[in-house]
């Protein structure tokens, strides 16, 4: 089955400074890559999501870059504020979401 | 439009018992999967149903069962609990037959907690 690899696990950065999170699949048939934010407490919310015919993906502060050959897809947030502190977790599906152990992002003011 | 709902939001019970947690999907979702979240594996997918049908099944035991009902509600019972079933039980709808390919909304959650 699937298998998704999510790194780094655990990510502290400056308020307005850019975070990277990268995931990397198994399953060469996966055609769908959403991205989860989930807050302390709260259910996961879909930031972002892109599919297998598309490279790159932008909205507004959030980016997400597929590469189909390498079989990686990252995360890109820019001007970082405290509030996009969470837990974030990329999936792969073909099917069913398979999904990554997550990163714990922490933005200090 | 509402957004999916979980009950109960906690449970506690015993090792041996058995636990019934529900699911309402957003209004017109058709799929509803489940998945369990610990802090060791992180969210694992349980199954999947659409339209009153088993479409997908992750590795959990047979312990592990669900149902749909017609109006796509949706529950999952877990027998003979273990305290390795402590975890957050979630839910999410989507929308279409497309399974996880489509855009999955998720539940609060269950907390339940096994003693």
């Known amino acids: ?80 504020q405290p509030e996009d502190s969470a837990v974030y977790f990329c999936a792969a599906s073909r099917g069913t979401l398979t999904f990554g152990k997550g990163t714990m992002l922490l933005v200090s003011p | 439009k509402a957004g999916v709902t979980q009950t109960p939001r906690y449970l506690i019970k015993t090792r041996g018992q058995q636990v019934t947690l529900s699911c309402s999907p957003i209004s017109g979702h058709r799929s509803v999967s489940w998945y369990q979240q610990t802090p060791g594996q992180g969210l694992q997918f349980l199954f999947e149903y659409f339209s009153e049908t088993q479409r997908n099944k992750g590795n959990f035991p047979g312990r592990f069962s669900g149902r749909q009902f017609s109006n796509s509600r949706s529950e999952m019972n877990v027998s003979t609990l273990e305290l390795g079933d402590s975890a957050l039980y979630l839910c999410a ?23």
Not at chain 1, 13 to 32: F, H, L, R
Not at chain 1, 36 to 41: I, N, V
Not at chain 2, 93 to 115: E, H, I, N
């Open chain 2, 93 to 115: 709808s989507s929308l279409s037959g497309t399974g996880g390919s489509d855009t999955q909304y998720f539940g609060p959650g269950t907390r339940l907690t096994v003693l």
């Open chain 1, 1 to 80: 089955g699937e298998n998704v690899e999510q790194h780094p696990s655990t990510l502290s950065v400056q308020e307005g400074d850019s975070a990277v999170i990268k995931c990397t699949y198994s399953d060469s048939a996966s055609n769908y890559f959403p991205w989860y934010k989930q807050e302390l407490g709260k259910r996961p919310q879909l930031i972002i999501d892109i599919r297998s015919n598309v490279g790159e993906k932008k909205d507004q502060r959030i980016a997400v870059t597929l590469n189909k050959t390498a079989k990686h897809f990252s995360l890109h947030i820019t001007e970082t």
